[in-house]
């Protein structure tokens, strides 16, 4: 996963992907040059660093989480820099129970974070408008006529979606800028 986040970072394109907390990494001693620059696992490295945890307002309810910035594990990794391990804890626990890697430029924390439950979001309205409108009734065996018909189907999603706002979520304000 760490190569991929590399080839984002390299290309300047923003990224949140989620990332195995046995994940090798280290801090970027550029960005936090008293810590030390041991590989470490992910999850390790979110529970380790408790001074860098903060609480988040991302629109639903306060989350405790950790940003830090990390580069892959590997020395030849030249130019891995300009990522940053997410960690997420809803409640009482000491690992956090979900870990991402942002990069690219994405910014601010809420901004990460809101981003990550988008696909929850598309999984639930999928369900919820896409199989409703017909998106998978398509049986013709034509690529222009299946192009028309999720075309079609596209569209009327969006037309129930717009009609019924609760399905739409909230644009974040750090994505509106």
């Given at each position: ?6 080839h ?6 923003p ?16 960005e936090?040059p ?19 945890r903060?609480?988040?307002?991302t ?5 405790t ?6 580069t ?26 979900k ?11 809420p ?11 598309v ?40 009609e019924?706002?609760?399905v ?5 304000p750090?994505?509106?800028?």
């Open positions: 996963m760490t190569a991929l986040a590399r984002f970072t390299t290309a300047g394109v990224f949140v992907v989620r990332v195995d907390p046995q994940e090798q990494l280290r801090i970027d001693r550029s936090l008293t810590y030390g620059d041991r590989v470490r696992t992910a999850a390790e490295l979110a529970s380790s660093l408790v001074s860098l903060q609480q988040v307002n629109g639903e309810r306060p989350v989480a950790v940003e830090i910035p990390v892959a594990a590997e020395p030849a990794a030249a130019g891995g820099g300009g990522m940053t391990l997410v960690g997420e804890w809803r409640g009482e626990d000491t690992r956090p129970g870990l991402w890697l942002a990069g690219g430029g994405l910014q601010p924390l901004l990460v974070l809101w981003l990550t439950a988008l696909p929850h979001v999984a639930r309205d999928f369900h919820a408008i896409s199989d409703k409108v017909g998106i998978r009734d398509f049986a013709g065996r034509s690529f222009p006529g299946w192009h028309r018909h999720v075309t079609l189907a596209s569209a009327a999603h969006l037309a129930v979606a717009l019924d706002s609760a739409l979520p909230a644009l974040h750090a994505a509106r800028a």
